[in-house]
């Protein structure tokens, strides 16, 4: 009973991390090219420009780990139910 808890603990502490360090990805390159406009006003679109990408590519990773981290919040919820059914099957048969 305890692996499964931790097992959603272990979910849901990952999900964090993986939404903590994206938004400190995404911090650290605005920074960067919020400072590289205000020192050079007229190469403020194309820092822009090429902020966009990156900040995609942070944005997507992300999403990714979530996709695997409610995949495995299923699997376990799988696991939930299987081993409840499991349970009250071998105590239905030792009362009988």
Excluded: C, W
Aim: aromatic letters at 8%.
């Amino acid at each position: 009973m305890y692996d499964i808890a931790f097992g959603y603990l272990g979910v849901a502490l990952g999900a964090g991390m993986v939404l903590i360090a994206a938004g400190f990805g995404i911090a650290k390159l605005a920074s960067a090219a919020l400072e590289g406009a205000a020192r050079q006003p007229e190469a403020a679109g194309s820092l822009q420009t090429m902020m966009i990408i990156p900040a995609a590519m942070i944005e997507g990773a992300a999403l990714f780990a979530l996709v695997i981290f409610f995949l495995a919040g299923g699997a376990l919820n799988t696991s939930v139910t299987s081993q409840g059914g499991a349970q009250a099957e071998s105590h239905a048969s030792a009362s009988h």
